[in-house]
């Protein structure tokens, strides 16, 4: 023990003189426009190491790139990301730990991965998410064909929860909550379970039988079928409106598969096409339906189907920009 205590000693002793002597070096050293270069490169390394570390680990910002969320959240708001909710991910979209215990719960607002994201390679996607964080979301390299920004991560509200059933009319979501037989309209689900006021309609209900009109047209041209003319006197408030596109992609398919079925009941691809449409999604176990706020113009779980919770990465709970709309977001929820 007396050997171990000396050999300690001699080696802090060391390191210690050691210390002092590089100090006397550094401050006999004149500065030169060089070393301050070189001094706050080191600072600034520093700092982005550490800024990417807590963005990882801690909390992300987030700009929002889409209307999907208006109004709950608004194009070009930056809002805080507790990366910590749901597990540790132990790099960019790389595997998470520590899952058991924290799940999604409903109405939550999450960001997640985009399940339709073309992906360019997991060095370039892990790259590109180490710049846009380590920037602070000022700088994001990867970019579509025609130069826009890509959304490799969606903010969505959980709408569906493992064992649902979630369908939809003419715009409202209607929940079969698991165990349940029935379907309820969200309204009164929400009503019920004191949930969020946030997801809402933004176009007018009173223009979906336009809609329906527009696909069954497309629908007869597309059997090659002459279009009675009601359909076109049922399209025109739309077609006049300053909705006169296909505010609802979701219900116009509803629409359009739903009439070339009857066109021909005995094809079982269009009759399957329609089915899915009817019957709702429903969400397995470990899996959230993700919907927008905005539900007459959200690309959401209605498209792409319920997400893995292993591809959520983080809960929203806060918005630091605009100045003015400077809130916790776990109000919302």
Do not use: C
């Amino acid at each position: 023990m007396d050997r171990f205590l000396t050999f300690l000693e001699r080696s802090t002793e060391r390191k210690l003189t050691k210390r002092k002597q590089q100090k006397a070096y550094i401050k006999s050293q004149k500065h030169t426009v060089l070393s301050e270069v070189k001094s706050w490169i080191d600072a600034l390394v520093f700092a982005i190491f550490w800024v990417i570390i807590i963005n990882q680990y801690l909390f992300q910002l987030f700009v929002i790139p889409s209307p999907s969320m208006v109004s709950t959240l608004n194009v070009g708001d930056r809002v805080i990301v507790n990366k910590d909710s749901y597990g540790v991910e132990l790099y960019p979209a790389g595997k998470k730990v520590l899952t058991d215990t924290r799940r999604v719960q409903r109405d939550e607002i999450i960001t997640f991965y985009n399940p339709e994201y073309d992906s360019k390679g997991p060095f370039f996607d892990i790259l590109s998410q180490v710049i846009y964080m380590g920037t602070l979301t000022l700088v994001n390299i990867d970019r579509t064909s025609d130069g826009q920004p890509a959304e490799r991560l969606y903010v969505k509200r959980a709408v569906g929860m493992p064992g649902d059933v979630i369908r939809f009319e003419d715009g409202n979501v209607e929940i079969r909550p698991s165990g349940e037989n029935s379907f309820i309209d969200e309204d009164d689900f929400r009503a019920a379970n004191d949930l969020a006021a946030g997801p809402h309609r933004s176009v007018n209900a009173e223009y979906y039988p336009a809609l329906e009109a527009a696909a069954a047209i497309s629908a007869y041209q597309e059997a090659g079928l002459e279009t009675p003319m009601y359909l076109y006197r049922q399209y025109a408030p739309l077609e006049s409106s300053d909705h006169n596109y296909i505010f609802d992609r979701y219900e116009y398919e509803k629409a359009r598969t739903g009439m070339l079925s009857s066109f021909n009941p005995s094809n079982m691809t269009l009759r399957s096409d329609h089915a899915r449409y009817e019957n709702g999604i429903y969400v397995p176990e470990g899996y959230v339906l993700p919907l927008g706020d905005n539900r007459d113009n959200s690309r959401d779980g209605r498209y792409f189907g319920a997400v893995p919770e292993t591809d959520i990465n983080g809960r929203v709970v806060g918005r630091f920009w605009p100045i003015n709309r400077i809130s916790s977001l776990t109000d919302n929820q």
